[in-house]
C-alpha cells in the first residue's frame, strides 16, 4: 500500500493552497515507480508535484528544507527566487487574492529605520497610481512583515512583472547593439524618466539589469525610486558587483550626494554607450577602481571603440556624461526633446530585436564596421580575374560567403541531421548555453552543440572536457565569437557531410587575442570533391579600434583535417605563435589577404603539414607596394606537401597571389629556420599570377634563408585524422639533435 505523505506536509499544501486532493492522485504513479517497496517519503511526493508542474522548483526546495512558511509573505505566494544582495532579495511571486504574478521584493533594514523607509515606500506607490507609464515600474504596495523562524522584520515592496530578458542578458548573448536599436531604447527610457522628473522623482539606479525589453518592444526601468529610499546617500559598498557602478555620476562620489534627474541622465549616457560599444565605459574589473575612474576620469568619444557611430548620436552621450553637470542638459524632458520622442515604428524595431532571442541564440547583424572586412577581402578576390576559378576556388568561396548577409535566424530544426549519415549523429545536437557572468561557456563532457553567434564586451572562454571534449557541429552556420579576448580549448568542430554552407567557416573569431588549445577542426566524410568549395576551418580578424593594442593567435596542440585551409587570417595580428599543430589534406595551412599591413611574427615550431597546400598563401591588396618587416621563425616543422594538385606542378612552401612581388620582397622577411623538413621537389616560394593563373618560381639564390633540409621522410602511418599516424617513423635528414621533428602525436587531440 502506497504511504501518503505527512500530515505536516499536507496542512502545509493546503494552508498555502499548493495543490488539492486531485493533484496528489494524479502523482501516485510516479511516486510507486520511485518507491517500489520502499517508504514514501515525503521529499518523493514533492519531486512528484514539481515534475507535474504543480510546485516550482523553489517551492520543492522550501517545503523539503521545512521553510514552507517563507513561501507566504503578505498578500503573496512566492513561485522563484529572482536574486538578491546583503540586504535585499528579489522574487517572482503571485498575489493570492488576484492570482496575478508579481514582482516581490524583501529588504532588511535597521529597526529605526522600518517606519519611516515605509512611509517613503508608501509615497512612491501614491504616485505610482496616477503614473502609467510604460516605461517605468514603480512600487505598487508596500508592509512591513515579520520574517518566520528569524525574528526580525522586513520590508515588502510589491510592483508589477515585466516579461522579457534583462539588457546585461541580451548584451552577453549578442554583443554590442545596432545603433537604430539604442537610439530607440534610449527614446523610451529618456520619456520615462522625464516623466519621473516631471513628479519630483528619480530612478537613481540605472544599470542594465534594472531594464528591461519587453516582447511589444517597450524598454522598462524596473526599480524606480528605491535608491532614494534605502541608500539616499552614496556610500562605496564592496559587496556590490563592479558593474553596479557602470553609471555612477562623478558628483555623487565626491559629494555623496543622493540621485538626482542630472545623475539619471548621466547614467543613462553610460548605459547607451555600453550599448553601442559591447563593454562600459570603465572596464575595470575591481568596483573601487571603476568608482575612481567615474570621479577622475573623462568618459572618452564612443567613436573611439564604435567608429560608425553616428556624430550626433556620439556628441550627446559626450554632453550627457560631461564630468561637470552643469555641462549637461538642463532638465531631463530638455534632453528629450533634443533626443526624440519614441515611435511606433520604433517599438516595431525593438520587438522584432527582442524577439530574435526567443528562436535561438542572435546572429550579429551586419553593421557597417563590421561587415567592411568581408566586402574588403571579397573585393581581394574580384580584382584577381575570372582564373580563380580555376585557381583558387575554395578560398574565393570563402570570402564571399561572409558578405551574405547573416540577418536571418535559424530555428533548431534547421540545424537537424539525419541519424543514419554517421553514429555520432545518434544525438541530437543542443544550442550553446549562453555565457555565464565572466564570459565562461563550460561545454559538457562528450556533449554535442550547434555552432551560434555570440558576442562578449571582454572575455570570452568556451572550455570542454578535457577527457571527453565537446563537439559543436557546423551545418549551415560557423560559431561565430565576438569579444577583446576568445579562448577556446578541448573543442571538436565538426563539418558533417549534408553542410549546406560548406564555403564557410568553421570558426570565426573577431577579437583582439584569440587562443586555441587542445582543439580539432574536422570535416566529416571529406573528399577531394568537396576540395573546391571548402571555406578555412579558422577565420580571423581583429576588432576594430583606435587604440594600438596588440593582436595576438596562438594555435597550441591543434589539428585540421580535411580539405579547408586551415587559418585565414583578414589581417596580419602583431603574433601569430602555432606550436604542435597538425594539418592533413587539400587547402593551404595559413592564408593571408593582406600581408603588407603590418609588421607580422610568425612562429611555428613542431608543426606538421601532410599532404597539405602550401604552408603561407598571400593575397597583397596592392601590387609592388612595400612589405612591412616579417619575422618568420620555425623550428622542428615538418612540411609534406601535396604534390599532385592541379594549380601547380611543383609544391612551394609560400604562395604570392599577385602579378608583381613587392619592391622588397628579398630584404623584408627575416628568416629564422631551424630543422624544417621538406620533401627535394618544392620550391621556397612561387608566384602565381591570378589573372592569367601563370605560376612563376622565384630565384631563391636572391633569399637568404638557411635551416630548409630537403629530405625523404616516411611518416608512422597513412594519412588518416589520427595524429599518431602522421608523426614522423623516419627520415634520411641530418639532424643537430635527437629531436624527431614535427608534431608529438601523444600531445593532441584523437578522433573519438
Known sequence: MLEPPSSSLLKTLSALNLCSPRDLRRCRAYVRRLTRDLPAFDSIWIDALVQSRRLTAFQGQSLENSQGER?????CLLLERLGGTATAETFLARRRDAEDVCVLKLTSAAPEQLRPQNELLAKLVSAAADLPHPAIVLPQATQIVEWPSVGDWRLVTISRHVRG????????????FPTSVVVEIGRQLLDGLAALEKRGLVHGDLSLTNVRITPQGQSVLVDAGLVSVFRPEFSFHTIRSADRYDGLAPERISAGLPPSSSSDLYALGCLLWQLLAGRPPFAAGDPLAKVAAHQTQTIVDV??????APDWLAD???????????????????AANDFGRPTRGGRRLLAGFRGAFDRSTPRKPPTESNSRWPLTVAAIFVMSGAALSLLD?????????????RLEISTRETHRQPAEESPNLAREPQPLPAPDASGRIALAPNGRYLAEDIAGSGSLQIVGNESHPAEIVIADRALSLWAERIQLSHVRFTRQPSATNPSSSMLIADCQQLEVHQSRFDQIGDDSTQTRRRGAALAWRPQESRSRRETHVVLRNVVFTGT??????NSLPNRFTAENVLKVGHGEFVQVSDPGATDWICELRRVTLRGTGPLLRCWPTRENASLSRVKLSATNCVCDLNRSMSEVTRPALIAWMTGRLPSNWTSAVDWQLEGILVPPDIDVITRIDPSTSRRTPIDESQLNIDGLVAARFEFAGPETPQPEDSALRSSDAPRASAAVPGIEADLLPRVP
Open 393 to 405: 576556388q575554395g578560398a574565393r568561396n570563402f570570402v564571399l560567403s561572409l558578405t551574405r548577409p
Open 71 to 75: 513561501l507566504q509573505v503578505g498578500p
Open 165 to 176: 530578458p534583462h539588457l546585461a542578458e541580451l548584451l552577453v548573448r549578442r554583443g554590442r
Open 564 to 569: 579547408a585551409p586551415g587559418v585565414y587570417l
Open 316 to 334: 550627446t552621450l559626450l554632453c550627457w556624461t560631461a564630468t561637470n553637470p552643469t555641462a549637461r542638459p538642463r532638465s531631463l524632458r530638455e
Open 303 to 308: 567613436r573611439e571603440w564604435v567608429p560608425d
